[in-house]
């Protein structure tokens, strides 16, 4: 199984762009990428996920490098509201199995 | 609206007291699985459910039990509960799409602590 690996914690300013980098030299070619995060006592939310080209949505964009070794959360402009713990998971759509890194601790300056 | 619905949010019990924590999801998805989270070690799949009457060990397996009888119900079964339990649980579910695609979307309960003594 892929396993990831992620920076374990992360401070930005307010209004700024962030990049939280993964990890996943070992991932498989059909292993999806994914993105959660986690707010204090609540169950992690999805935000993004991609397989080989990068993605974007309302609430992030996705850069996945070109040999899929490693990917990058981007955050394009941070607020206070996304101060949590970020997760990286690799996903075998074929097994069904999540494997969850232990996570990124984003801190937003004001 | 689309929910996954853990009980009980809390529960402390002592050593050997079998427990069940429910969980139902009202999104007709074919997948549920249960995740554990303890400090340090990020969240560990316990067992997934690719269907009714299909599931699987997920990497932490080892005294829990599953079952999907219905396909909203997947509950988590801890038969002798032991002080290493003690712990956060998750259930999540996520479907497949229209297309017969996954949505790729995995929606979490709000968790059920538990104190093994």
């Known amino acids: 199984d892929a396993k990831t690996t992620q920076p374990n914690s992360m401070e930005s300013n307010e209004e700024e762009p962030v990049h939280l980098p993964c990890n996943h030299s070992?991932?498989?070619?059909?292993?999806?990428i994914h993105w959660y995060r986690q707010l204090p006592s609540q169950g992690p939310e999805y935000v993004i996920h991609?397989?080989?080209s990068n993605v974007n949505n309302r609430m992030a964009s996705l850069a996945i490098a070109e040999d899929r070794k490693s990917s990058t959360l981007i955050l394009h402009r941070a607020t206070l509201r996304d101060a949590a713990v970020y997760y990286c998971?690799?996903?075998?759509?074929?097994?069904?199995?999540?494997?969850f890194g232990t996570g990124t601790r984003l801190t937003i300056i004001p | 609206e689309a929910q996954v619905t853990q009980n009980p949010r809390y529960l402390i019990t002592v050593t050997g007291k079998k427990l069940t924590v429910t969980c139902s999801q009202n999104?007709?998805?074919?997948?549920m699985s249960w995740y554990r989270q303890d400090p340090g070690l990020g969240l560990r799949q316990i067992y997934y459910?690719?269907?009714?009457?299909?599931?699987d060990k997920g990497d932490v397996p080892e005294g829990y039990k599953v079952s999907r009888k219905e396909k909203r119900n997947f509950p988590l079964i801890l038969e002798s509960p032991s002080p290493n339990q003690t712990s956060l649980y998750f259930c999540?579910?996520?479907?497949?799409?229209?297309?017969?695609?996954?949505?790729?979307?995995?929606?979490f309960g709000e968790g059920s602590r538990l104190t093994v003594l």
């Open positions: 999104m007709n998805h074919e997948y």
């Open positions: 991609g397989l080989t």
């Open positions: 998971i690799s996903h075998n759509f074929g097994n069904e199995k999540l494997t």
């Open positions: 459910s690719m269907n009714v009457e299909v599931t």
């Open positions: 999540a579910s996520y479907g497949w799409g229209l297309a017969g695609g996954r949505s790729g979307e995995l929606f």
């Open positions: 070992t991932i498989s070619g059909t292993d999806y």
